[in-house]
């Protein structure tokens, strides 16, 4: 994963809470399910604004007490 991947899903659960905000049906194919409760997209934008914010504090040199876990090939 980098942080243009977490941004976009950070940007995926934005646009379904802003959805369920104004009373509008949100389809998420991937989990069959037309209408997401509440509270699991509140969970779900708090741990990719987690992500995001871990990335990019990485890339401007901070640290975080959080690590990624890098999974593939090693080399």
């Known amino acids: 994963m980098d942080l243009a991947t977490a ?5 995926a659960w ?4 802003l ?4 009373g509008q049906s949100y389809t998420l194919p ?4 037309q209408r997401v409760d509440p509270r699991s997209v509140r969970e779900r934008i708090t741990y990719w604004q ?3 914010d871990i990335y990019t ?3 401007a040199g901070s640290t975080s007490p959080a690590a990624l876990a890098t999974f593939g090939t090693v080399q």
């Open 57 to 59: 504090a990485s890339a």
């Open 14 to 17: 934005l646009a379904v809470d």
């Open 50 to 52: 987690r992500i995001v």
């Open 30 to 33: 991937e989990m069959g399910v």
């Open 19 to 22: 959805a369920l905000t104004t």
């Open 7 to 11: 941004q976009t899903h950070l940007a």
